[in-house]
């Protein structure tokens, strides 16, 4: 398996797990508790009262998403380019929107934006091979 296959495997299961548990806390815990964030004061400024929406859309298709990538990355999808630079696309999108949304930037949200990119840039070797 060629390293860049690999290191898409990787960043796939690792985001797809990271957004699995922080989907399943938005869920479980609508009003924030689980993460020990009011979600009445973060999303003042968003069109979302709690983080159900939220938390349903980071873990369908973020979580999902990227766990499913990795298995289509591990039997060589001849889509997984394009599948794998969608969902970086989705993942930096789904940043940008956050960071507005709650009218703030931190450490978190830089480095996942930059794991998006990342992905978008490695999709584009990808497919160009």
Not at 75 to 103: E, F, H, R, T
């Amino acid at each position: 398996m060629k390293p860049l296959n690999i290191s898409l495997r990787i960043i796939h299961i690792l985001v797809g797990i990271g957004a699995l548990f922080g989907g399943m806390a938005g869920i479980l815990s609508p009003d924030g508790s689980a993460v020990g964030i009011s979600a009445s004061e973060a999303l003042k400024n968003g069109p979302f009262n709690d983080f159900l929406i939220p938390g349903i859309f980071l873990f369908v298709v973020i979580g999902l998403g990227n766990i499913s990538a990795s298995v289509t990355a591990k039997y060589k999808n001849k889509y997984q380019a394009y599948i794998s630079g969608c969902l970086g696309i989705i993942l930096c999108m789904w940043i940008i929107i956050q960071c507005y949304m709650l009218y703030t930037i931190n450490v978190l949200h830089i480095i996942f934006f930059l794991i998006g990119v990342i992905q978008i840039f490695l999709s584009i070797i990808l497919a160009r091979e």
